[in-house]
């Protein structure tokens, strides 16, 4: 029981347990799947055809698409769309939850359908064209997570590998609260409002400004619905039998502030890429929520880090696009 990673949905894709006629390259633990050429404005329900220069998506546009061709999905297997990491870079988001019902809670039957899934952006203007890899579909044949008290035996053996400027961590140096607790590292890139993000043209300083949160004691302030890129302190990868997530606060950090109230933090791309040679710092996307904007200041808590097994042992290798990042990383050309 656990994630399918790159060779098991190969296997699943040529045993017909997984059919999907249009689909984009084979990840490390998903299948990207590509926008059509319409969208559906989730208000009105009304058609849009995106032009093949592409539809700007600013922070107001609400919108809903279908996959290209039909997904089967053989009864057991549990699926979930998420967005691809370069896409969150953008500011983008991309959710199946329009289609829970039948990717996730009727796995007990074989399902032929097409998924609906939803399109929006956290405070930028992004361009969208058709055909674009927008998504990843993960897929799983169950909800196994190791148990917060058990992350620290898998540091001990490797499986679970955390490092910050100290060397590598032991369990007694890093704090479980939730899950194991990531902290917000000192730079962050500012998304400079009303800049047109394009994935073909590249992103670059002009498009976010860096800040060293070191040099605001009390805090650097942002305004409510400003998008930034943040990186945790530490660097985290898994061995291969295992899988990362990392999610919002559960539980609010030890001073008993709740940040949920305030911004949303990696709500669209959850899932790092297994190996050693992943370990790296993550970058987060946030989108500031609170009307009276946020005062963000270094070392503090920025998300709960959690463990999921693979359905069995992975032999995938080939380097992220983003290995051996440093801080907040921007996208990357090529997709």
């Not at 040529?14 to 633990?29: K, M, R």
């Not at 609906?116 to 890899?133: I, K, Q, S």
């Not at 109230?261 to 190996?275: I, Q, V, W």
């Amino acid at each position: 029981m656990g994630i399918l990673a790159h060779e098991h949905l190969e296997q699943a894709l040529a045993a017909g347990l997984v059919g999907l006629d249009q689909h984009g390259s084979i990840g490390p633990l998903s299948i990207d799947v590509c926008l059509g050429d319409e969208l559906i404005d989730s208000t009105t329900r009304r058609p849009i055809r995106i032009p093949p220069d592409g539809l700007i998506v600013g922070p107001q546009d609400s919108y809903l698409w279908e996959f290209p061709t039909e997904l089967s999905l053989a009864a057991g297997l549990i699926g979930e769309v998420v967005t691809r990491s370069s896409y969150a870079r953008l500011g983008m988001a991309v959710s199946s939850e329009p289609s829970k019902s039948v990717l996730e809670l009727s796995l007990h039957e074989d399902r032929d359908f097409r998924p609906l899934c939803t399109l929006e952006t956290f405070g930028t203007m992004a361009r969208v064209r058709p055909g674009e890899p927008l998504g990843q579909l993960v897929l799983r044949t169950g909800y196994e997570q190791v148990p917060v008290e058990q992350l620290g035996a898998l540091m001990a053996k490797g499986d679970l590998v955390v490092a910050d400027d100290r060397g590598l961590l032991c369990a007694e140096q890093v704090s479980f609260n939730g899950g194991l607790e990531l902290t917000m590292d000192r730079h962050i890139r500012v998304y400079r409002a009303g800049m047109l993000l394009d994935p073909l043209q590249g992103v670059g300083d002009d498009d976010f400004f860096l800040v060293d949160l070191t040099r605001h004691p009390e805090g650097y302030w942002l305004g409510q619905d400003s998008f930034f890129l943040s990186s945790s302190r530490q660097a985290v990868a898994t061995s291969n039998k295992y899988v990362i997530s990392v999610t919002p606060f559960t539980s609010p950090p030890a001073d008993g502030h709740d940040p949920r109230k305030d911004r949303k933090t990696h709500p669209n791309a959850p899932y790092h890429a297994f190996g050693h040679a992943a370990l790296r710092p993550l970058t987060f996307e946030n989108h500031v929520l609170c009307p009276d904007g946020i005062r963000v200041t270094d070392r503090g808590k920025q998300a709960e880090l959690h463990v999921h097994p693979l359905i069995s042992p992975s032999a995938y290798s080939t380097p992220s696009r983003y290995q051996g990042q440093e801080g907040p990383t921007m996208m990357r050309q090529g997709r």
